[in-house]
């Protein structure tokens, strides 16, 4: 089995900053793509921002030049820099993964349990 696990949420002021993790454990035959999504109350999930395994990077208009996806290959583990923080930020995180494991001969998508962002003065 494959686990996402999302850390660095928490309640900041407007303006501020805050870093989120994401490691992924488990039979890890290698991860392609990563990406960090959003949902905020009575709104769908959207993605924020994605970094292919080589580093490309691409991020929704809404948090570009505030946010910064990156990625560490060797400790499987994305971060999300958000820096300028609007309430409008404020929503439950999600980190998904593109993975191979081990036994498998195919890539699926696996979702973190979720971080709460919440911006506020």
């Known amino acids: 089995q494959v686990q996402l696990v999302e850390s660095g949420g928490g309640l900041v002021q407007p303006g501020g900053s805050l870093r989120l993790s994401c490691t992924a454990s488990?039979?890890?035959?290698?991860?392609?793509?990563m990406g960090w999504h959003r949902q905020a109350p009575g709104k769908q999930r959207e993605l924020v921002a994605s970094?292919?395994?080589?580093?490309?990077?691409n991020y929704a208009d809404s948090v570009k030049g505030r946010f910064t996806i990156s990625r560490d290959n060797a400790k499987n583990t994305m971060y999300l820099q958000m820096i300028s923080l609007k309430p409008e930020d404020t929503a439950v995180y999600y980190c998904?993964?593109?993975?191979?494991?081990?036994?498998?001969?195919?890539?699926?998508?696996?979702w973190g349990q979720g971080t709460q962002v919440t911006v506020s003065s």
């Open positions: 488990g039979s890890i035959f290698n991860i392609n793509g």
């Open positions: 970094i292919s395994f080589g580093g490309i990077t």
């Open positions: 998904k993964a593109r993975v191979r494991r081990l036994v498998d001969r195919y890539e699926r998508d696996y």
